[in-house]
């Protein structure tokens, strides 16, 4: 299998490749070949009540940014949930989470925020190539890529633009933190094992109340940073937002394509989502 340990991709010494015709069948299901497991057994989703597209948002840029969207099909509007994906862009694990979001009445939306480099990110495996294209997306241009999301949002008539939450993954959720800090039309945000450190001092920048999910063995995230933000949240009188950890839980814990995956954390954590967006008026 392969094993993804840390926040922003595997370390060489990290990575075991064995069983590749399992492996490469799971990648051409859509799912990232440098992380899947090859006896992975991912949650699949299906589309039966849902509308799905796949839009061009204006940003900007000189190309417009292709996102993902999932939501209930027929009239009405409904909240909506920005979803971050990983380092290896929106592959059918990120889409599954929109249709999950979507089956429980959300208008999910993944952006593919490293469109602009041109690279298959799910078809590499080199990470060393995955992380040149990753550092191509700095935080001003992420940033400024949610803020138009979430402005196209409240530009459709099935959506709810005042119901507005973030949830992202990995690189994702650090972007989570940040777009709560710099995007006022985000309601509330929920961040799965995304960077901390260079986020800390920043604390008291928080608009919306971020909840983080995170684990207790996480070799990329030590459980100082996790004691700090918190300390800081506490010293900002941010009392919505807080962090969870899952003591045994590794990095990844939540991506059900990986070896990393635990179920029972999953599913604790998938409540605490839905738990925070509701008290927090994404719902």
């Known amino acids: 299998m392969v ?8 370390e060489p010494q990290d990575l075991h490749l064995t069983r590749r015709g399992a492996v490469a069948s799971m990648f051409f ?14 949650v699949t989703t299906p589309e039966d009540g849902l509308t799905i597209d796949e839009v061009l948002i204006a940003n900007g840029a000189d190309k417009p940014l292709p996102a993902y969207v999932a939501r209930p099909k027929g009239a009405g509007r409904h909240p909506c949930v920005i979803v971050v994906n990983e380092i290896f862009g929106v592959h059918a694990y990120i889409k599954d989470t929109c249709r999950r979001l979507a089956k429980l009445g959300y208008v999910a939306v993944a952006p593919e925020f490293f469109y602009r480099s041109g690279v298959n990110l799910p078809a590499l495996t080199d990470f060393n190539e995955i992380r040149k294209v990753v550092a191509q997306a700095g935080n001003d241009q992420v940033d400024g890529d949610v803020r138009a999301v979430s402005g196209w949002l409240k530009a459709q008539k099935f959506a709810r633009g005042d119901k507005i939450g973030i949830t992202g993954f990995c690189w994702g959720g650090a972007v989570v933190w940040r777009a709560a800090m710099v995007d006022p039309d985000i309601k509330a945000g929920v961040a799965w094992y995304g960077q901390l450190k260079p986020l800390i001092a920043r604390a008291g920048e928080l608009k919306a109340p971020v909840l983080g999910l995170y684990g207790g063995l996480d070799r990329g995230i030590p459980l100082t940073d996790v004691d700090a933000m918190r300390a800081a949240l506490k010293a900002a009188g941010k009392a919505g937002s807080d962090i969870h950890v899952y003591p045994q839980a590794q990095h990844g814990f939540h991506a059900d394509y ?10 604790d954590g998938w409540a605490r989502l839905l738990a925070h967006f509701k008290a927090h008026g994404v719902a």
Request: charged share 25%; glycine share 6%.
């Open 258 to 267: 990986r070896p990393s995956y635990s179920e029972a954390d999953a599913r």
């Open 29 to 42: 299901a859509g799912y990232a070949l440098a992380a899947v497991a090859a006896d992975a057994k991912p």
């Open 3 to 10: 094993t993804l340990t840390r926040p922003e991709g595997t």
